[in-house]
C-alpha cells in the first residue's frame, strides 16, 4: 500500500550513517522516477551534495529552490533511547530516528512527492531547483556554498528558497487557541566568542590572589549575570505575535510602543521565549588545567551568541567586551555574521502566501504567521541568489517534541510523513500560477 511504502522508503532514509554522507545509489534506488525523467537533470555536487534541476514549460518564469540536508547529529544507543537511534524502529505509529525531525523528514518527503508527481506525468511549469547538503550542521561549507557557487556561475536567480527552520507548533505556546504553522522569514545572527587568560604557572601550594581560571570565571559569570538588552518587538518577533494572538493580547501586541517591556520581562522567564527577547548568550565551552597541583597558565572558554535581528555582529561583540570589562582577557571572534535579512510575508510576497494557501488547504484550522528562526539553516548562504528566504518544514510539534530535536528519541509519526509528502506534492503544483490573483488577500484567496 502507498502507507507501507512511505514508511519502507523514509526507514531506509534513516539508517543512513549520523556522520558520513549515505551513498547515493540508495536515491537512485528509491526514486528512479526522478532519476530518469527526461525534465529532471541531476548533479553530485563536492562529492555528496546533490542538485537537481527540474525544467518548467515556461521557461520565462523565475525558478525557486527547494532545500534539505542529509547529514545529521551524532547519536548514541546509551544516551537512553527508546529504540536505536539508527534503527528506524516503530512504536506506536511513530519512527524512532535520528534525522526524523532534522531534516530527512522533509528531504525525503520532498523527492517523494516528485517521485509521485513525475509517475502521474506531471510536467511543472515553473522550473525549480531542488537541493540536498551534505554538512549543514558544520555550517554548510562544503555542500550549501558549492551549491551556491555553481548557480551564481550559470547566472541563476531565484524566486524564493524554501528550507527547514519553523514548523507547526501545536501546544507549544502559551496561551494560543490551537495550531500555529510559523514560516521563518529570517534568521538570528550568530558569534562565536573565545575568551582566554594568559598567567605565568606556579605551584598549587602558593597560589596567587587571582588564577587564570578565576579571571575567566569571573568574566564568564559578568556575562551571565548581565543579558544584552531586552529588544522584543525591534524585529520579525513582532509580527509573529500580532498574527498569532487574539484579544486583549492581540491588542498589546498592536501596542508594542507601550507594552513592549512589559512582554519582554514576561517572555525572558523562559528559555524558549527569551530567545525572541534579546540577543542570547551561552557559555558552550570551558578548558583549563591538565594537573591537579598546578596552577595552569592558560585557561579558555567559548561563548555562542545568538544575535537579535536589531542589533549588528559589531554591536554585540562591542558589548561583550564592555561587559567582560577586564584587560587580563583576551577576545577572539572565532566566527560570525549579522543576523539574515527579513523576508517579505505581505500580501504581495508570491512564496509565502502559496506556503500558506497549501497549508490552509491541508490544516483548514491553522493559524499562518511569519516568525524568526533562532536557529541557522543552510539557506542562509542564498542570500545573494534571493530577495526572499522562507524557513519551514510541515512537521507537528507537540509538547516535548521540542527537546527530542537533536535530543534523544527523536521520531516522527507515519501520519506526519505523510502530511510531508502531501505538503510537496501540492506546493509544487500550486507554484506554478504565474503570479498571485489581485484579489489575493490575507484571508486565503488564492
Known sequence: SERFKVHQIFSSSVKLSCLSCPNPSFLFTAFPTVFS??????????????????????????????LAHIDVVPATESDGWEAPPFSAQEIDGFIYGRGTFDDKGSLMGMLQALEYLLMKGYAP???????????????????????????????????FVLDEGLAILDGILDGLEGPAALI?????????VKLSVSTVPSHSSIPPRETSIGILAAAVKRLEENPMPRLFGMGPEKAMFEHLFKLPMKFIMSNLWLFS???????ERRPDSNAFVRTTTAVTMFNAGVKV???PPYAEAFVNLRIHSAQSLQEVLDLVRTTVADERVKMELSDGFDPLPVSSSDEKAFGFQVIKKTLLDMFPGVTVAPGICIGNTDSRHFRNLTNDIYRFSALWFKPGDPQRFHGINERISKKNYEDIVQF???????????????????????
Open 37 to 66: 525523467s527526461n525534465l529532471v537533470h541531476h548533479e553530485l555536487v563536492a562529492n555528496y551534495s546533490h542538485l537537481f534541476r527540474v525544467r518548467g514549460s515556461l521557461p520565462d518564469l523565475e525558478p525557486y529552490l527547494l
Open 125 to 159: 511549469r515553473r522550473g525549480f531547483y531542488i537541493g540536498l547538503g551534505h554538512d549543514e550542521e558544520v555550517h554548510g561549507h562544503q555542500g550549501a556554498l558549492n551549491i551556491v557557487r555553481m548557480l551564481e556561475q550559470r547566472g541563476v536567480r531565484l524566486l
Open 261 to 267: 517591556p512589559l512582554i519582554g520581562r514576561i517572555l
Open 184 to 192: 521563518g522569514i529570517s534568521e538570528k545572527g550568530q558569534a562565536t
Open 424 to 446: 510537496f506534492f501540492s506546493l509544487i503544483q500550486n507554484f506554478d500560477i504565474q503570479r498571485l490573483p489581485d484579489s489575493h488577500s490575507s484571508a486565503h484567496e488564492l
Open 293 to 295: 597541583n598546578v596552577i
